[in-house]
């Protein structure tokens, strides 16, 4: 999934017809398209992998997802997030790299990659501080894994718009859209 995204991104930029894109998550986990045992993640799980291999290959993992944020950064069409439910770690950083987010109400933030030893080294670290303009709030938020509201969210300056439910928020989305073609 993640070298298709950089893929379609770059369709986008040549793409005249496309004046916007809109990412949303649909239903309740977002898996990013990784099945453990058919790709480079699962390879990284087998025992008899040594160590030496097993970092080399994680790199090439976490380089791959780079990229693929990165291209939602660098597209030249406005990108707009819409999020719901629980936006954590990989989400964040999905968010990070957008022009505009909306959240809904139930939305749960968390930079969760501290909770387990990781840094959050796929562009949130880089993403967050230009996004909320408070490197320390951004600091504390990555090295503390606490979840935040979506009403923190805003008051951050994390997004722009809270709204009651999902639609409400995915019909707000099509409102600017359309706006931006303008």
């Known amino acids: 999934m993640w070298t298709e995204m950089h893929q379609i991104f770059d369709h986008i930029r040549r793409d005249g017809n496309v004046r916007v894109v809109v990412l949303y998550g649909n239903g309740k986990c977002f898996t990013g398209g990784l099945d453990l045992r058919e790709n480079v993640l699962g390879q990284l799980l087998e025992r008899d992998v040594d160590a030496a291999r097993r970092g080399m ?3 090439e993992l976490i380089e ?3 990229a693929a944020i990165s291209s939602l950064e660098v597209c030249e069409r406005p990108v707009i997030g819409v999020s719901h439910g629980y936006v954590i770690g990989l989400g964040i950083d999905i968010l990070s790299a957008v022009d505009i987010r909306y959240t809904s109400q139930d939305a749960r933030f968390s930079i969760r990659e501290a909770a387990i030893g990781l840094a959050a080294d796929i562009g949130t670290l880089q993403r967050l501080p230009k996004a909320v303009g408070n490197d320390s709030l951004a600091r504390e938020l990555a090295l503390t894994a606490r979840d935040f509201d979506a009403a923190e969210a805003k008051e951050l300056g994390f997004v722009s718009k809270v709204f009651p439910s999902q639609q409400e928020a995915l019909r707000t989305y099509h409102t600017t ?3 931006e073609e303008s």
Do not use: G, I, P, T
């Open 57 to 59: 290959m994680f790199r």
């Open 64 to 66: 791959r997802f780079q």
């Open 177 to 179: 859209s359309v706006q």
